[in-house]
């Protein structure tokens, strides 16, 4: 696309004696936002509070208004976010001293915690004053309390480094801007640097909010003011282990009544993985942010609160937070079945839904179907525990669970007949979806009768038994897999030996029908581990007796009937084919 606008943004700061402190970008008509940290006083400046505001102008040359002179600017009251000494913040935004001819829009836009876009930045290094694109891409969190993210620069082409600072990031795709440059790593070819995301930005300026695009990633009902309700710890420690990085993909179900410990344990949460929302100081009234250098314990990548909603504004949210910059007419089902972005997922107020029933037919269940194999974990929250919807969406995930536990068996299934046709004994994997679908079937015909008992617990049962059999079909496969490597260290020992074998006995008799053995056990058929790692040990031992033996007599050097056994019988040892 066409990247014309990104020339208007473009900003240099300079100090009185006109050196390039760094980089800023232009925000409307007579704001710059730039890092709070090179502005402040070098050493051969006049003293001043480290950290404190400065008090004298800067000179901002405007590179993407060609013939506009430079322009005097201050730091604008209320906007100057310092450096803290773990390296948050680190922000500031200046005030034109007269506006631009021509201002911009809204130019910043959030983005998935989990994109990994292609960016371009322009800075002004020392080398070329006149200003440098470099190139880089997404890598993912980074920073004090992953507050950052990493950007890895090309391997060809420049990378960041002192004159950068305060840049925009550019997103290749929208010419969104995405962030601005902090911090890179010194040294020479370093190719890692890190950025402010707009997230965080926000959190530190709201001021700048009014020049951003795209949806939060967390509504602000979760940000709204809560009275004094203690929070449920369990639940605090229940979500982070449901969220925390490397857990398995999941769905779940939670309630919390509106003004419980346990909506207040959810808010909290929330909360404390945003990077818009989190409480910019410790002490507040929600969570602290991380220990400095720390990642939250687990992200929440999109909090909808879906109260009176729609099914289409839903989907809406999802398809825009999952691709920046998506066709606005896609649909949900044609974003998942792409390669969706890393996502926790949090739908609160599901039972009060404009549609519930909807939502979860044409929502919850396309998610939940695909959570299985992909790096997603979906959060239902209802207010009412009595809410027809909840047992609804209570046997939706079931199904989806159970239409899991098919796929591993299958999967587990098709490995162990690979797997039994070269090694044994193996044990055959169970198969448990049967009776979870037919205990479905009848949890749904329950749900359809007035009057009996509830659903839930027997809903709730029967996951259980699906999360362990799928489970089990996970490790099953995991154990068939272990065998075949079982088997491959042993030809790996064998050949191992084979070629330690010394000189003057590699046309020995008796070491070739013994490697001839092993190596017909290995290769030929289904190999029986045990008898094959007896064959591997015997071999190894005449190997030892007969170097011995050749100290003290000379060798038989007779050829031997056999020198090698050929290609391994012409079985084709491509991945996929018998051997």
């Not at 289904?526 to 060798?555: G, K, S």
């Amino acid at each position: 696309m066409s990247h014309s606008g990104r020339a208007q943004w473009r900003a240099c700061i300079r100090d009185e004696r006109a050196g390039i402190r760094g980089a800023g970008i232009v925000l409307g008509d007579r704001h710059v936002l730039t890092c709070a940290h090179i502005l402040l006083p070098v050493p051969h400046d006049e003293p001043g509070g480290a950290h404190g505001r400065p008090s004298r102008d800067f000179e901002v040359e405007l590179v993407g208004h060609p013939g506009v002179p430079a322009v005097r600017a201050g730091v604008v009251d209320g906007c100057w976010r310092p450096p803290q000494d773990d390296q948050r913040a680190d922000l500031a935004l200046l005030g034109l001293a007269e506006p631009l001819p021509s201002g911009t829009g809204p130019v910043l836009r959030r983005l998935p915690s989990g994109a990994r876009r292609a960016v371009r930045m322009f800075g002004f290094p020392a080398t070329v004053p006149t200003g440098v694109w470099a190139r880089a891409r997404l890598a993912g969190d980074g920073g004090p309390g992953g507050e950052w993210i990493q950007l890895d620069s090309e391997p060809t082409g420049p990378a960041v480094e002192p004159g950068f600072s305060g840049t925009a990031v550019f997103d290749e795709e929208t010419d969104h801007v995405l962030g601005i440059v902090v911090s890179y790593l010194a040294g020479r070819g370093s190719a890692l640097s890190w950025m402010i995301p707009v997230e965080t930005i926000i959190r530190y300026l709201p001021r700048v909010r009014e020049w951003v695009s795209g949806d939060s990633a967390v509504d602000a009902s979760f940000a709204a003011p809560a009275g004094p309700v203690p929070t449920d710890e369990t639940v605090v420690r229940q979500l982070t282990d449901f969220l925390a990085p490397g857990a398995p993909p999941d769905s779940r179900i939670i309630v919390t009544a509106p003004g419980s410990a346990a909506q207040a344990a959810l808010r909290d949460v929330v909360l404390r993985t945003s990077r818009e929302f989190r409480p910019t100081d410790r002490g507040g009234p929600a969570p602290a942010p991380a220990a400095a250098g720390e990642s939250p314990a687990g992200r929440i990548d999109l909090a909808l609160d879906v109260s009176g909603r729609t099914v289409d504004e839903v989907s809406s949210r999802i398809v825009n937070w999952m691709s920046v910059g998506a066709d606005p007419g896609k649909s949900l089902a044609d974003s998942l079945a792409g390669d969706p972005p890393p996502m926790n997922l949090v739908l609160d107020g599901v039972d009060r839904a404009a549609d519930p029933a909807a939502l979860v037919a044409e929502v919850v269940r396309p998610i939940a179907d695909r959570v299985a194999g992909r790096d997603l974990r979906l959060l239902l929250v209802f207010h009412d525990d009595h809410a027809p919807s909840l047992g609804y969406a209570a046997l939706e995930l079931l199904a989806a669970r159970v239409a899991d536990v098919r796929a591993a068996e299958q999967a587990a299934r098709e490995r162990y007949a690979y797997v039994a046709a070269r090694v044994r004994p193996v044990p055959a994997p169970s198969s448990h979806e049967p009776g979870l679908r037919l205990r479905l079937t009848a949890l749904r015909a329950a749900a359809t009768r007035a009057g009996d008992s509830p659903l839930l617990p027997g809903i709730e049962s029967c996951r259980r038994k699906a999360d362990r059999a799928l489970d089990a079909a996970r490790q099953a496969r995991r154990q068939l897999e272990a065998v075949l490597d079982e088997r491959d260290r042993l030809r790996d020992r064998l050949d191992g030996y084979r070629a330690g074998v010394p000189a003057p006995l590699r046309e020995d008799r008796e070491l070739t029908a013994l490697y001839r053995e092993a190596h017909e056990a290995l290769w030929q058929g289904p190999a029986d581990l045990a008898a094959c790692a007896v064959l591997v040990d015997r071999y190894a031992t005449a190997i030892r007796r007969r170097a011995a033996e050749a100290e003290d007599r000379p060798v038989d050097r007779r050829p031997a009937e056999v020198d090698d056994p050929g290609p391994r019988d012409g079985r084709d040892e491509r991945p996929g084919a018998a051997r």
